[in-house]
Structures are given as structure tokens and as C-alpha cells.
């Protein structure tokens, strides 16, 4: 006979659990036979105590078949299924850039993205700035959009992973959300569900990480790595920098705005570049589309260069009922912010540091993200031309633009933003973009 509180006891006294066990657990909360305070006791339970590996595959297991897991194999698709994840930050569009672009190297990209948690951005809240766009669509639906299109991003559904969905709902309101072998199995299922074949994990490090310190952000990637490879998931984790905005926009529809320049070529900040081509080097490589990195990276500058993946993300957008010519005409579907302000630099100098957090949190300050779960998003704010570490300020160079709603507002995020600025006299040491690769 099953008895959940036996399970809790077991982690709670740091004893082993046998993959049954773990596989009952998640099936009795996808059924609703077990309740929050449960689910509860064990995420508290893991967290103080954390799971083997061996443990940590079966709870990721368990997660994904607590529901409806995708097949590929009738769609007939004639590439390999690949996907890719991020522990979030400011100014990361990567995602949205990075899926066409792999899609047009000839592999398939079925995403299921998030929505913004704490200080950082969400996929999901920058697709919904898009008017039309589903982000819950029909599974067939979803299935025809990346048999054609190449890829699709959307949100998780109800009927993928429930016992991981109300885990991670549990986790938020428990001071549980860190925990290492519960982000790695929440994030992982919903992969496997998903039906990818392969997965490439991007593990932030900085002062706008979700991951306090680096050696945390080094123990996530190696848990991921770890328990991807052995729940039978080719994976391959990357940490990169996020001591400052990945890209020099920040916000929901200048995010999109600044995917579809990067996809057209009107504009492709370095940094992004670098981690676009490092992690979409590792993709294809992983799914044989590669024979290395340096292939793989020719690969997906001649899918931007050709116009093929700026083709397949116009052609995502329009199958899951956004227009058809964002891409050609971004502005005229996105919002913009009533208010465009400059935010002047204190003095002359050099961006010596930027607290990455601070920016995130002035841009929910500003009504781009929430404070709660049921806040409206306004798609319009954020910051846009950000200034980089390294980068010489002054009178005539300010820190960013704030995007802003109305001048109360703006007056609030100009402290905010000047606040997050360290200047120095000379040209400070700029941190790498990518650290290290974990397989």
C-alpha cells in the first residue's frame, strides 16, 4: 500500500527511495489524491536534503508521465527534435532568435517556454506583446505549426506535466523555488514531454542571474547535464554572463522588436551573438546536424544571412494567429510606450558595473512585469538602448531609454536605472559572455 507521508518521511530521514515510490507520488498529485500540504513537505524535504541522481531521474520521470508526452514519430518529420532553455535574465531573447535559426539548419524546435519569474523576462509575456498570438494552442495545432514552420514556443499546457505544474506552484509560495534537484527535474520533464530528442540548458552567472553564485550556477548545469543525459535526453549545459542585459533592449515588444532586427540583420549586438551561436553550435551538434562547433556556427550565420529564419519566425507567428507581416513591419503590430526619456549619466565615465537585477526589477516598476500572478502586463515599457560594461558615458551618451507609460513613472525608473550604473574612470575589465560548457 501507498502512503505519500511515508515518501516524505523517507527524504525528510535522508533515506533512499525506489522509483515506485516517486512514480505513485506524482501520479496521486496529477490526480489530485495528494494535496498542497504534502507537496509542500516534500519540496521542503528536498530541499534541505536534496535527491540522488538516481532519484532525481525518477522524479523526472514520474513528472513527465504524469501526463500526455508528444510523439513526433507520426508527424513524419525528416529532422532530428531539439530544444533549448534558459534560467532567465534581462534583455534574453535568445530564444526567439535562436529557434528559427536552428529550425532553417534543418532541425525541429517544439519550445514550451515560461513566463517571467522574480526580476527576469519571460518568452511568453514577450510573444503575448504580439496581438493574436496563442500561446496555449491545440497539441495538433501545435504539431502542424512545427512540421511547417520548423519550431513553435508556446506555454505549458495542462495536460503536459500537471504533477510537475502544481510542484512548481507549491515551490513558489514555500521559499522552495532553489532548489536544485527540483529545478532540474521541473525543467527537464517538460522537455521530455515535449518530445525533444535533444536539449541545450543555458545556466546564467551574475549580479542578474536567478542562480545566487556561480558555484550555484556551475551545480545547476551539472545537475541538468547529469539527469538530462541519464533520463535519456541528449543534454549539454552552457553557462553564460548576465552582469548585464544580454541584449541592449529590455522589456516585452522592444524585446520582439529587437529579435526581429537581429533575425533581418538591421542590428546584432555581439553579445547576444556570441551566446546565440554557442548555444545553437551545441544543438545542432548534439543532434548530428554538425560535425563541430566551428560547421555548426557557418550553419546558423548563413540561416540569418540567407533570410530563412527571420522567413521561419514570421511564419511561427502567423500559424499561431499573430500577423503575417510582423516581420516585415514589426512596429506597426507592437506597442509603443507613450513616454521615450533618456537617462542621463551622473557624470563622465566608464560603465564599470551594472546590477542587472535592479534593471529588471525597474522595468516591473514599470508595469512590463508582475508584482502579482494576476497583474496585467504593459507590453510598451522597458529600456532600450542600454549601455554595456566597458561602454564610455557622459553628457551626450546616457545610461539607457526608459520606455515609460506616463512621467511619474519615468521619474521612478530614471533613479532606479542611475542606481544600477557603476562608473569608473578608465576602461574597466569586461566579463566573458560564455564561461564554460558542462556535458
Known amino acids: 500500500m501507498f502512503l505519500p507521508q511515508e515518501t516524505i518521511r523517507k527524504v525528510r530521514d535522508r533515506l533512499p527511495l525506489h522509483e515506485d515510490e516517486v512514480r505513485e507520488f506524482a501520479q496521486g498529485i496529477a490526480e489530485g489524491r495528494i494535496g498542497d500540504g504534502q507537496v509542500a513537505a516534500f519540496c521542503m524535504a528536498v530541499y534541505f536534503n536534496r535527491l540522488s541522481v538516481d532519484e532525481c531521474i525518477a522524479l523526472t520521470k514520474a513528472f513527465r508521465d504524469s501526463g500526455e508526452v508528444l510523439a513526433w514519430d507520426a508527424a513524419n518529420l525528416d529532422g532530428p527534435t531539439v530544444d533549448k532553455h534558459s534560467t532567465g535574465g534581462i534583455g534574453d531573447l535568445t530564444s526567439l532568435v535562436l529557434g528559427p535559426m536552428v529550425a532553417a539548419c534543418g532541425a525541429y524546435v517544439p519550445m514550451i517556454s515560461g513566463r517571467g519569474l522574480g526580476h527576469t523576462g519571460g518568452t511568453l509575456d514577450k510573444l503575448e506583446s504580439i496581438s493574436g498570438y496563442d500561446i496555449a494552442p491545440d497539441p495538433d495545432v501545435f504539431r502542424q505549426v512545427v512540421k511547417h514552420a520548423g519550431l513553435a514556443i508556446i506555454g505549458q499546457t495542462a495536460r503536459l506535466t500537471p504533477a510537475e505544474k502544481k510542484f512548481y506552484e507549491v515551490r513558489d509560495i514555500t521559499a522552495t523555488v ?25 545556466v546564467k552567472v551574475g549580479s542578474g542571474a536567478f542562480m545566487p553564485t556561480m558555484q550555484d550556477s556551475i551545480d545547476l548545469a551539472r545537475s541538468i547535464a547529469d539527469i538530462g543525459n541519464g533520463a535519456g535526453l541528449q543534454t549539454t549545459a552552457v553557462l553564460t554572463d548576465m552582469n548585464q542585459p544580454l541584449a541592449p533592449c529590455a522589456g516585452n515588444a522592444l524585446e520582439i522588436a529587437c529579435a526581429v532586427d537581429y533575425l533581418t540583420g538591421k542590428h546584432r ?142 521619474q521612478v525608473a530614471i533613479g532606479a536605472v542611475q542606481k544600477a550604473f557603476e562608473l569608473a574612470e578608465s576602461v574597466p575589465e569586461v566579463p566573458p559572455t560564455v564561461y564554460r560548457v558542462i556535458m
Open 178 to 202: 532553489e532548489s536544485i534537484p527540483l529545478i532540474t527535474a521541473g525543467i527537464l520533464s517538460k522537455k521530455l514531454a515535449a518530445g525533444a530528442s535533444a536539449f541545450v540548458m543555458d
Open 269 to 410: 549586438p555581439q553579445r547576444l551573438h556570441d551566446v546565440v551561436l554557442t548555444l545553437g553550435s551545441h544543438m545542432l551538434m548534439l543532434v548530428g546536424i554538425a560535425e563541430n562547433e566551428s560547421r555548426a556556427k557557418q550553419m546558423l550565420i548563413h540561416a540569418l544571412d540567407s533570410g530563412e529564419a527571420a522567413a521561419r519566425f514570421g511564419r511561427m507567428i502567423h500559424m499561431l494567429g499573430g500577423p503575417a507581416d510582423l516581420v516585415e513591419m514589426p512596429h506597426k503590430h507592437l506597442a509603443s510606450a507613450a513616454t521615450v526619456v533618456p537617462v542621463p549619466a551622473p557624470h563622465e565615465g566608464y560603465v564599470a558595473r551594472i546590477d542587472a537585477r535592479a534593471l529588471g526589477i525597474a522595468i516591473i516598476g514599470l508595469g512590463g512585469g508582475r508584482m502579482r500572478a494576476d497583474d496585467r502586463i504593459d507590453y510598451a515599457v522597458g529600456l532600450s538602448q542600454v549601455a554595456e560594461i566597458g561602454q564610455q558615458v557622459g553628457k551626450d551618451k546616457p545610461l539607457a531609454f526608459v520606455h515609460a507609460s506616463n512621467s511619474a513613472d519615468v
